[in-house]
C-alpha cells in the first residue's frame, strides 16, 4: 500500500471506529433539563428549563450557558438513577440577572447520602464553578441549593451544562421524583365527651364598653350550663351561651362557670379585669389573607364564621372572623366616611351575623394613604374611620404600613391607636409594620395589643422556622395585653388568592409551627380556609392542653435556652409552677432523614433539678416522672411538645 492510501485507510478506519470507541467509555448522556423539572421544590418562582428563574438566558459571570436549569434556594431535586450511572456534571453559580449584590447559596451534590460535592457559598459575580461528582453504585442523586446562610431572598441560582452520564450497557432512563410526602399524623386524642371549659384564666373589658363573650366549652351537646359572680351590668344567656353586657366595676371580678352533660361535668374560674388592656391572653381567631388574599368578599367571610362555629374551633376558644386588604370602597364626599366596596355590600349586616355566632369581627385598613393592595388607607381619616368601625360593630382592626413614605410609626399608631380607644367598643388594636423601628418598644404605649415583628411569612419551611425562631430576643416584650406577632399561621389550605392548595409545610412542620407559636404567647390567627378542615388540620387547632399553653395567665414568652446541633428546647413558665417545654429540630438538612433524632435534656440544662413529672402535651399523655434528665426522639423539623411539673 502507498504511503498516502494507507493514511487515508487509517483516517476511515478511525473515524468508522470513533463511535464504537465512545460507546466503550460508556458516554451515554442525560441532561438535567430533559428531566421533569417541575419536581423540584424551590423557595421561590418555578423552576426554569434552558432559563434563569425569571425566564433570562443563564448566565454566571457573563458567561452565558445555553441550557441547564434555572432554580432559586432553598431548591432540592430528586433523581432516581434507576441503576447504571456513572457520574454528574454541571457549572454552577448564582444568575448575573439579580441587579443587587445581595444573596448568596451554595450548590450540593449528594449520591444517596454521601456528600459527593460542596460548592461552598457563592455570591453574584462568582465564576461558574465546575460541579462533577461519581455517581458509581448510587440510587438516588440529590441536587441542593442552600441559601448560603442569609436567608433566600435573591438567591437565583444556575445548574448549567448539567449532564448525567450514563453506563452505556444500561437503558435505565433516570427519573426526577417527587419529594417523599411524610404522612399526616394525628396526635391529639379529641373530644371525650364530658365537658372541658376552655375559657382563658383572665379577661380583659373595657369599662362601660358593650360586652360580648361566647364561653368555649367543648363535649357532647346538650350541656347544663351556669355562671356564677357576673358583676353589675353583665348577664349570662344561656340561648347564645354568651356573657353580655356593660359594667363600670371596674377592677377584677372572679366569674365561674359550671358546665354538665351525661358525660360528666366542669367547673372553671377566670378574672374578668375590668378597665385592663384587651387581649389578656394571646387573641385567638382568623384572618382571610393566607388563603383568599385580596379575592375576599362577603360570602368567604360568612362562609368562615359559618365554618368556625360549625366545626367546633369556638368551643376551643377560637373567634375572630377577620377581614384583610381588599374591602375598602370610597369615601363619602361629604362626611370622608369609608364605605365597603361591591364585595361587601352591607359591614353593619356582616357584623351583625358574625356576632350572632358568638364570633367577633375584625377588619384591616393602613397608616398610609392607601393599603398595600392599593385600597383607601386611614392617613388623616384616623378617627372617622375608628368611629365607622365601631358603628358596624368592629372588634378588631388591624393597621398596615404600606404607603407611608416619610412617615413615622409610632406617632402614626398613637392617632389610631387613641381614635380606637375613644369608641364606644372594645376594639382590639394590631399593628402592623413588619418590625419596623422597633414596635416592640412604644407598641403597648400607643395601644397596641400585637404588633407585627416581620416581613410576611409563608408556608414554606425557611420562612416559617426562620420567623419562629428568631423572636427570642423580643421574649420581654410579651406580656397580658400586648404580644409579639410573628404573622398569622400557614397551615391547612392556603393560596394569597383565588386558587388554594394544602400547606407546603410537612405534617412535622405544622406541628413545629403550632408547638412554636404557642411557647411564644403569639396571636394565633388561622390563614386557612376554614370548610375545607381536614382531620389533621383540625386535631392541630383543636388540642386543648397544647392552646393552653399558649392562652396561660402568666404571659410569659418563651426562651431558646438550648441550642445544640440544631436542636434547640424552648422554655415558657406557666402559671401553675409549670414549664411547657417544646424540644425541636431546626436543622436546615439537605436530605430528609427517614428517623428521627434523639435527644437527652438534662433538667439542669433548662433550669431545674430533681424529680420532674412529664406530660406529652400534644398526646395528652402522661410520661411518668423523671430524676435528671429525659430522653426523647423528634422527628426531622419536628417538636416534642412537653408539660414538665417537679415533683414534690
Ligand atoms: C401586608 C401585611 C399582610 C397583609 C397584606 C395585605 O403585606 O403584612 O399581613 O395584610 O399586607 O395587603
Not at 381619616?381 to 375608628?386: G, H, L, M, T
Amino acid at each position: 500500500m502507498e504511503k498516502g492510501t494507507f493514511l487515508l485507510v487509517s483516517i476511515m478506519i478511525i473515524f468508522a471506529l470513533a463511535p464504537v470507541y465512545i460507546k466503550a467509555q460508556g458516554e451515554r448522556i442525560v441532561r438535567l433539563e430533559d428531566l421533569d423539572i417541575t419536581k423540584i421544590t424551590q423557595g421561590w418562582g418555578k423552576p426554569q428549563k434552558n432559563l434563569s428563574v425569571d425566564g433570562n438566558p443563564i448566565t454566571i459571570n457573563e458567561k452565558k450557558f445555553d441550557r441547564g436549569v434555572g432554580t432559586h434556594a432553598t431548591s432540592r431535586m430528586i433523581i432516581d438513577l434507576k441503576g447504571g450511572a456513572k457520574s454528574f456534571s454541571a457549572y454552577v453559580g448564582m444568575d448575573d440577572e439579580i441587579k443587587k449584590e445581595k444573596g448568596s447559596v451554595s450548590f450540593r451534590v449528594y449520591a444517596d447520602e454521601k456528600k459527593v460535592f460542596d460548592s461552598d457559598v457563592m455570591k453574584k459575580g462568582d465564576t461558574a464553578k465546575e460541579a462533577k461528582a461519581d455517581l458509581t453504585g448510587a440510587n438516588f442523586l440529590y441536587l441542593i441549593v442552600t441559601a448560603g446562610g442569609d436567608g433566600i431572598n435573591f438567591d437565583h441560582a444556575d445548574w448549567a451544562d448539567a449532564v448525567i452520564v450514563m453506563d452505556e450497557k444500561s437503558d435505565a432512563m433516570p427519573e426526577a421524583i417527587d419529594q417523599p410526602k411524610k404522612e399526616k399524623y394525628i396526635l391529639s386524642p379529641g373530644e371525650r365527651g364530658a365537658p372541658r371549659i376552655n375559657c382563658p384564666d383572665v379577661i380583659g373589658a373595657g369599662e362601660n364598653k358593650d360586652f360580648l363573650y361566647y364561653i368555649p366549652i367543648v363535649g357532647r351537646r346538650p350541656l347544663d350550663v351556669a355562671v356564677f359572680n357576673l358583676p353589675n351590668g353583665l348577664i349570662y344567656d344561656s340561648e347564645s351561651n354568651s356573657i353580655k353586657g356593660k359594667t363600670s366595676s371596674k377592677g377584677d371580678c372572679t366569674i365561674t362557670v359550671t358546665a354538665k352533660n351525661k358525660f360528666g361535668e366542669d367547673k372553671k374560674s377566670f378574672d374578668l379585669r375590668v378597665g385592663a388592656a384587651l387581649s389578656q391572653t394571646p387573641p385567638m381567631g382568623w384572618n382571610s389573607w393566607n388563603c383568599w388574599g385580596c379575592a375576599v368578599d362577603e360570602n368567604k367571610i360568612k362562609a368562615a364564621a359559618d365554618a368556625m362555629a360549625a366545626s367546633g374551633l369556638i368551643n376551643h376558644g377560637w373567634s375572630y372572623i377577620n377581614i384583610d386588604d381588599c374591602w375598602q370602597g370610597k369615601r363619602d364626599e361629604t362626611t370622608k366616611k369609608i364605605n365597603s366596596n361591591e364585595k361587601f355590600p352591607d359591614m353593619k349586616e356582616l357584623a351583625d351575623y358574625i356576632h350572632s355566632k358568638g364570633l367577633k369581627f375584625g377588619v384591616y385598613t393602613d397608616s398610609g394613604t392607601k393599603t398595600c393592595g392599593g385600597y383607601e388607607g386611614s392617613k388623616g381619616f384616623e378617627k372617622i374611620d375608628a368611629l365607622r368601625y365601631a358603628e358596624w360593630g368592629v372588634d378588631y382592626v388591624k393597621c398596615d404600613w404600606c404607603n407611608t413614605e416619610g412617615m413615622e410609626p409610632e406617632p402614626a399608631y398613637t392617632i389610631m391607636g387613641e381614635a380606637i380607644k375613644e369608641c364606644r367598643r372594645d376594639i382590639v388594636f394590631s399593628i402592623c409594620n413588619w418590625g419596623h423601628k422597633n414596635p416592640w418598644e412604644w407598641g403597648a404605649k400607643v395601644g397596641g395589643n400585637l404588633w407585627r415583628t416581620t416581613g410576611d411569612i409563608v408556608d414554606t419551611w425557611e420562612s416559617m422556622s426562620k420567623i419562629g425562631f428568631s423572636q427570642a430576643r423580643l421574649a420581654q416584650y410579651a406580656q397580658p395585653g400586648h404580644w409579639n406577632d410573628p404573622d398569622m399561621l400557614v397551615i391547612g389550605k392556603v393560596g394569597w388568592g383565588p386558587n388554594l392548595r394544602d400547606s407546603r409545610l410537612t405534617p412535622d412542620e405544622q406541628y413545629t409551627h403550632i408547638s412554636l407559636w404557642c411557647l411564644l404567647s403569639s396571636p394565633l390567627l388561622l390563614g386557612c380556609d376554614l370548610t375545607q378542615l381536614d382531620n389533621f388540620t383540625l386535631n392541630l387547632i383543636t388540642n386543648d392542653e397544647v392552646l393552653a399553653i399558649n392562652q396561660d395567665k402568666l404571659g410569659k414568652q418563651a426562651q431558646c435556652l438550648i441550642n445544640e446541633n440544631d436542636i434547640q428546647v424552648w422554655v415558657k413558665n406557666l402559671a401553675d409552677g409549670s414549664k411547657a417545654v417544646g424540644i425541636f429540630d431546626a436543622a436546615d438538612r439537605d436530605i430528609l432523614l427517614d428517623d428521627g433524632i434523639e435527644f437527652k435534656l438534662r433538667w439542669e440544662d433548662i433550669k431545674l433539678t430533681g424529680k420532674q413529672n412529664v406530660r406529652d402535651v400534644w398526646k395528652q399523655h402522661e410520661l411518668g416522672e423523671w430524676r435528671d434528665a429525659i430522653t426523647v426522639k423528634i422527628p426531622e423539623h419536628g417538636v416534642k411538645l412537653l408539660k414538665v411539673t417537679p415533683v414534690l
